[in-house]
């Protein structure tokens, strides 16, 4: 009987340790900036849906993102890196050569998503 549970409690503590070693995507916070308002009300009259953003490594994953946004990597007030995320888009994979902390906007017409990573 303690043989039994002494296998038990090694394959529990082995299971632990295999799901801590791998990380799960962390999610983003992000927040909106009105980037060119214009007409009579500028500002949404209602509360704005974020969309939800995750890093995983060097994969930005995207959740709730709708229409068509152009991502930039922004790093000391220059962008350095640049790409189209389309409708319908729910991933974008940043290059491996990217280190460091980096400001990342989504930017549509009037407004623009930010957030901060580290990659």
């Known amino acids: 009987m303690k043989?039994?549970?002494l296998v038990f409690m090694?394959?529990?503590v082995m299971s632990s340790v295999i799901t801590v070693s791998q990380a799960a995507p962390v999610m983003v916070h992000v927040g909106v900036h009105?980037?060119?308002p214009v007409g009579p009300y500028p500002f949404p009259r209602g509360p704005v849906l974020l969309?939800?953003?995750y890093i995983d490594d060097h994969t930005l994953l995207f959740e709730d993102l709708?229409?068509?946004y152009v991502l930039q990597i922004i790093q000391n007030d220059n962008v350095v890196?640049?790409?189209l995320v389309?409708?319908?888009e729910t991933s974008v994979i940043l290059p491996s050569t990217l280190t460091g902390d980096y400001e990342f906007r989504l930017v549509a017409d009037?407004?623009?998503?930010y957030g901060y990573i580290e990659l």
């Open 81 to 83: 890196y640049s790409t």
């Open 66 to 68: 709708c229409g068509e």
């Open 110 to 113: 009037t407004y623009y998503y």
């Open 34 to 36: 009105i980037a060119d």
């Open 86 to 88: 389309s409708n319908g």
């Open 51 to 53: 969309p939800n953003v």
């Open 10 to 12: 090694l394959s529990a």
């Open 3 to 5: 043989k039994l549970f």
